[in-house]
């Protein structure tokens, strides 16, 4: 690996913080990389291999990476093809890949909800028993969240009346510092930047081209209004939940 992109430098220097901030040295370190094959996950992907890669950083522990892709089969051969592509990007970046197919309960009313804490448990899982197989020190769940993510949750919860502390947003960990979104502040523009550097190849959610569900909604109809009175307004919200949070921890 020749050179990073600024995202990926910005990326390593966020890995070397957390490496820092374990008070280890020479332990295992397990990162799963949560992967959907939209451009958003594929960027994550090739930039931890991009970051972990380069030959000059400093990282005091080694740290493992592998992919996880669920198959919600909600799209039909959509989704079959989703899975592929994942596994067959993963073989080329030489990244392990451990792809799933869930079954959810009947008559479930939220599928996304249920859908996000069956993914998580199962994220969970496989951290846990590649751990005890490779003796790892620690793991992390990783996911792509980013700016973007962060504006419209805040939206969202400020809409079902969340009061401050749903100013908090999508943070970089999560309170376990399990769950690890090392693009909680990257702005959206910046992942498109560097997935047309890096000629990333992405696919496509066509349900996210409907306003079935409300986030859709918020990101299709709303932001590009913010968007026209605000190009930076994602750091504008971002500074608002720091604010918030802030606030919230005093009362606490």
């Known amino acids: 690996m020749l050179a990073l ?21 020479h332990s295992t370190i397990l990162f799963n990389i949560q992967v959907s094959g939209g451009k958003d996950s594929m960027c994550l992907l090739h930039s931890f291999h991009a970051a972990l890669n380069f030959k000059k950083h400093p990282l005091k522990n080694r740290f493992i990476v592998v992919a996880q892709h669920f198959n919600h089969g909600m799209r039909n051969k959509e989704s079959q093809e989703d899975a592929r592509f994942v596994e067959t990007s993963c073989l080329k970046l030489g990244v392990p890949i451990y792809s799933q197919k869930l079954v959810y309960p009947p008559k479930k009313k939220n599928f996304q909800n249920c859908a ?65 979104r090392p693009f909680a502040e990257t702005p959206y523009g910046d992942i498109e930047k560097n997935c047309q550097w890096r000629h990333i190849e992405f696919r496509q959610d066509s349900s996210n081209e409907t306003d079935v569900y409300t986030r859709n909604y918020v990101r299709r109809h709303i932001l590009p209004h913010f968007d026209h009175i605000n190009v930076k307004y994602e750091q504008a919200f971002l500074r608002l939940s720091s604010a918030g949070r802030q606030r919230f921890d005093l009362q606490s």
């Open 5 to 25: 992109s600024k995202l990926e430098f910005q990326l390593l220097n966020t890995l070397i913080r957390l490496d820092e901030s374990l008070n280890t040295m």
């Open 116 to 180: 996000r804490d069956i993914r998580k448990q199962e994220a969970l899982k496989l951290c846990q028993r590649l751990a005890c197989e490779l003796d790892c020190t620690k793991y992390f769940v990783v996911t792509a969240h980013h700016a973007r993510d962060h504006v419209e949750t805040v939206l969202m919860h400020i809409l079902r009346g969340s009061g401050m502390n749903g100013l908090k947003g999508i943070q970089m960990f999560d309170d376990s510092r399990v769950f690890f």
